[in-house]
């Protein structure tokens, strides 16, 4: 379980960042950015976990609770499926990670990033592998970054419900594969990964 030793361990006012939607066919990128001002309470504590650990019940709760607290800052944001495709994945998980930050409302004094890749940010970087399963920070971020993808995505399918992106989130499963069968590419699918791009080029040749 994490917890708030590497907030403690440097002191000041520290972030942590995580993103969702590295691998998903469809949908952008999110990145969240969470800095508690004291540390979170034993009752938060307890509850947060990697968001990919937890059942939707129990995210949902984390949300609530970390959404309500008055001595968070959060910071949210996101980058395109057209940027993913113009400066790749990578790039793109940096990009919403940056203006994750830009949003959080102060500039923190460390920011524990999850992962092994260092965003460029204007301030220092402690890259933490496993973080989210590490640091309550961290883990927090992965709480929101998800639940706010995930509304995103279930915002999208109600305008194109052949693909399941209300179950899924995007990510390639028989549902969504037989929906782009049936249905084809939306400008929401990321082009430039190799189903979607298989599909594309398929469909030139036999036209």
Request: charged letters at 20%; a positive charge; aromatic letters at 4%.
């Amino acid at each position: 379980m994490p917890d708030y030793a590497l907030e403690a361990a440097h002191g000041g006012l520290v972030v942590g960042i995580d993103e969702v939607g590295r691998g998903p066919l469809a949908g952008p990128v999110v990145a969240a950015a969470v800095a508690f001002t004291s540390p979170p309470d034993e009752m938060l504590s307890r509850l947060l976990d990697d968001s990919k650990k937890l059942t939707a019940k129990r995210r949902m709760v984390a949300y609530d609770l970390l959404m309500q607290a008055s001595n968070i800052l959060i910071g949210v944001g996101a980058a395109s499926v057209t940027e993913i495709e113009q400066i790749n994945i990578a790039q793109a998980c940096h990009l919403a990670m940056r203006r994750a930050l830009d949003r959080l409302g102060r500039m923190p004094d460390l920011a524990l990033v999850d992962g092994k890749h260092a965003p460029k940010l204007p301030c220092p970087i402690q890259m933490v592998i496993g973080g989210d399963g590490i640091s309550l920070s961290i883990a927090a971020a992965s709480i929101i970054a998800k639940i706010t993808r995930d509304r995103l995505m279930a915002r999208l399918a109600v305008r194109h419900d052949a693909y399941g992106w209300e179950r899924n989130a995007g990510y390639g499963t028989a549902v969504h594969m037989s929906g782009l069968k049936t249905q084809g590419v939306t400008p929401h699918h990321r082009r430039g990964f190799a189903p979607i791009r298989n599909m594309i080029e398929a469909e030139a040749h036999a036209a």
